[in-house]
C-alpha cells in the first residue's frame, strides 16, 4: 500500500504537529543555522489588541472582540488586501479561543490535503478540543472543493477561517458564504504604517535614515501593505547612507509597490465604475485620477475609450451632442497614434465629458420606447404616411391625407404618426441643460401648434 501523502509544510506547522515534530527530515539541514528571521516576522502580533489597522474589527466594540467575549468564534472569511493581517489575525484567533490551529494553502493543497485536515480535526474533538483551520487563498478552490467545508463546518468539526484577497461575493459559492460570516480588512492606513515603523525601529534599535518627506513616501510607496512597508524598511535599513533619504533620493533607492489592478477581476469594476460616477458628477480631476489609475495598471486604452463613448451617449447624450463625435475621434486619435500620445486624446475626452452638461433623457427615452414597443405588439403606422408605390395601395388610402412639413407653416403639420388606436405617448422629456435648453423651447412650441391643430 502505497504511503499516504503528507500535506505541506505551511509555516511552522506540519498539518498541525508541533514544531519539534515536523523536524529531522533532513540530519544536515538541522546542522545549518537558520537565516536571519525577516523583519516582518520578527514584528508579527502577539496579541489581537497588537494588530493595527483593523480596530473595526478588534477594538474594544470590534465584531470579533466581540465574538471572542462571547465565546461564540463562528466560522469567517477575512477579506483584504495583501499584508493587511489576515494570517496573523486567524493564529490569534486560534490562540484567544483555546483553538488549534492548522493552516493550509488553497495554492498547494488539493482534496487528500483537506480530508486529512478534517480526520485530524474530528480527532481532535473527540479528546475535547477544538480546531481553527486557515486556509489562505480559499477563493482558489474550486467550487466542488468549497462544498467540501459544508460538513464539517456545519457540524462544528472546524471553525474554518478563510483568507481571501477577491471578492467574496464573486469567489466564493453561496452555500459556503451562507455558513461563514465575511469580514472585510482595511488597507493599513497612514497612521498604521506609521506605527509599523515606529515598532521596526524599537525593534531594530535604529532611527530610518530618512527625512520626515522621506518617511511620508515610504509609507506610501507601502500602498497599505504592511510587509511590504516592513520588507523595505530592511532594505532600507542595510543600505549604507551618509544623510537621511528625502522623498526622491528614496524613490530612486526602492521600488514602489506595483499598483493592485486586475483586468478581469473586482478591482477593474471598482475603478471603472468610480471613473464613470466622477464624470458624471462633472469632477475632471478625479476622472483624470480614475482613469490614470487605470491606465498605470495596465488597462486597454480601448476599453477605456468604449466605455467613454458609452457614456457620451448615455450620461451626457442631448445636452451636448457633440460629446459623441467627439468620444469617437478620440477613440480613432488613439488607433492612429497608440500609446503613449494617443492617451493624451482620451484624457481630453475624460476632461470634457466631465465638464460637459450631463442629461440621461435620451437613455431613459428609448427605455421607454422599447417598453412600449414591446406592449403594443405589430401595430401598423397610419396609413397617410405609408408609400404608396403602386397603384392597388394609392386605392387602399396608402399615403393619403400626408402633408408635406416642409410646405406647412412654420415647417411643422402636426399630423399623428403614432399607430392608429394607440394614444400619443411621451417619452422625451429634455432637461434645461446645456443643448437640451434648445430642443426643451423647441418641442414646448411644436406641442402648442399640434393642440391648435
Known sequence: MAAEREPPIMGDDLFGLPPEQSQGRNADARKKPAPMQPLADRLRPQRLEDVVGQAHLLGPEGALTRMLERGS??????????????????????????????QLSAVFSGVADLKKAFENARRQAEMGGGTLLFVDEIHRFNRAQQDGFLPVVEDGTVVLV?????????????????????????????????????????????????????????????????????????????LKTEKPLDAQALSRLLAKRAILYDRDREEHYNLISALHKSMRGSDPDAALYWFARMLEGGEDPRYLARRMTRFAAEDVGMADPHALPLAVAAWETYERLGSPEGELALAQLVVHLATAPKSNAVYKAYGAARRAAKAT?????????????????????????????????????????????????NFYNPTGRGYEREVRHRLETWSRLRDRR
Open 73 to 102: 468564534l463562528a466560522s469567517l472569511i477575512l477579506w483584504g488586501g495583501p499584508g493587511v493581517g489576515k494570517t496573523t489575525i486567524a493564529r490569534l484567533l486560534a490562540q484567544a479561543a483555546g483553538l488549534k490551529f492548522v
Open 162 to 238: 478563510g483568507a481571501t484577497t477577491e471578492n467574496p461575493s464573486f469567489a466564493l459559492n453561496s452555500a459556503l458564504l451562507s455558513r461563514c460570516q465575511v469580514m472585510v480588512l482595511n488597507r493599513l492606513d497612514d497612521p498604521a504604517c506609521e506605527a509599523l515603523l515606529v515598532r521596526a525601529e524599537e525593534e531594530t534599535g535604529r532611527p530610518l535614515p530618512l527625512t520626515e518627506d522621506g518617511r511620508v513616501t515610504l509609507r506610501a510607496m507601502a500602498d497599505g501593505d504592511g510587509r511590504y512597508l516592513l520588507n523595505m524598511v530592511e532594505q532600507l535599513l542595510s
Open 377 to 425: 405588439g405589430s401595430l401598423m403606422p397610419p396609413a397617410h404616411i405609408l408609400n404608396a408605390p403602386t397603384k392597388l395601395m394609392q386605392d387602399i388610402g396608402y399615403g393619403k391625407g400626408y402633408q408635406y412639413d416642409h410646405d406647412a407653416e412654420e415647417g411643422f403639420s402636426g399630423q399623428n404618426y403614432f399607430p392608429d388606436g394607440m394614444k400619443r405617448q
